[in-house]
C-alpha cells in the first residue's frame, strides 16, 4: 500500500527574495525555518502552515500576511509591520516586541509565552487565543476583541485596554497593575488572583472575583 506524504519546499532568503520579486505570493506550506531577513518588504505573501521556526524578520513589512497555522517558534519579528496580518492557530514563543499588529487577525491563536511588549494591537482579533504566560507589557491593545482568550497569567502591566472585549477571558494570575480598563468588558471574565493595583477604569461587577483578587483603589470583596 502506497503511502502519500508532503515535502514542504525550503527557500533560504535569496530564493524567497528572488521569487517573491517575480511576483509570487504562495509560499504556503514551506519551510522557511532560519530565515534571516532584515527590513525587508513581504506584504501579501501567504505563509499558511509553513514553518517560520527561529526566523528572523526585525521591520519586515509583513502587512497582510496570511500565516494561519504557521510555526513561529522562537521566530523575532521585533518592531515588524503586521497590520491586517492573519495569524489564525500560529504557534507559540514568538518574539513580537514593538510589532505594528494594529487590526491583526489572530483568533484561535497560539502565542503562549510570546513576547508582545509595547506591541500595537489597535483593534486586533485574539478571541479565544492562547496568551498563557505571554509579555504584554504596555501593549496597546485598545479596543481589542480578547473574548475567551486564554491570558492566565499574562504581563499586562500598564496595557491600554480600554474599551477591550474581554467577555468569558481567563485573566487568572494576570498582572494588570497600572492598566487602563475604561470600558473594557469583564463580564464572565475569570479574574482570581488578577493583580488590579493601580489599574484605573476598572468594572469588575460582571466578573468573577474571590479573596484572591488584588483589586484597584476603591474596590472591596463582599
Known amino acids: 500500500m502506497k503511502h502519500s506524504f508532503t515535502i514542504m519546499a525550503k527557500f533560504n532568503a535569496e530564493e524567497l527574495l528572488q521569487a517573491y520579486a517575480a511576483g509570487e505570493r504562495n509560499f504556503r506550506g514551506s519551510d522557511l525555518m532560519g530565515l534571516s531577513l532584515f527590513d525587508t518588504n513581504l506584504s501579501d505573501a501567504d505563509f499558511s502552515e509553513s514553518t517560520l521556526e527561529n526566523a528572523y524578520l526585525p521591520y519586515c513589512q509583513l502587512n497582510r500576511i496570511q500565516a494561519t497555522a504557521a510555526n513561529l517558534r522562537h521566530s523575532e519579528l521585533g518592531d515588524a509591520q503586521l497590520y491586517q496580518a492573519n495569524l489564525a492557530a500560529a ?37 479565544a487565543a492562547d496568551l498563557e504566560g505571554a509579555s504584554l ?20 502591566q500598564g496595557a491600554d485596554l480600554r474599551y477591550a472585549n474581554l467577555r468569558q477571558a481567563n485573566l487568572q494570575g494576570a498582572n494588570l497593575q497600572q492598566a487602563n480598563l475604561e470600558r473594557a468588558d469583564l463580564t464572565e471574565a475569570q479574574v482570581q488572583r488578577c ?13 468573577v472575583c474571590d479573596r484572591t483578587t488584588i483589586y484597584p483603589d476603591g474596590y472591596f470583596y463582599p
Do not use: K, M, W
Request: hydrophobic share 45%; net charge neutral.
Open 91 to 127: 504557534e507559540e514563543n514568538a518574539y513580537l516586541p514593538y510589532c505594528q499588529l494594529n487590526r491583526i487577525q489572530a483568533t484561535a491563536a497560539n502565542l503562549r509565552h510570546s513576547e508582545l511588549g509595547d506591541a500595537q494591537l489597535y483593534q486586533a482579533n485574539l478571541a
Open 137 to 156: 507589557v504596555r501593549a496597546n491593545l485598545r479596543t481589542a476583541n480578547l473574548e475567551r482568550a486564554n491570558l492566565r497569567d499574562a504581563n499586562l
Open 195 to 207: 493583580n488590579f493595583f493601580r489599574a484605573t477604569g476598572v468594572d469588575l461587577s460582571a466578573a
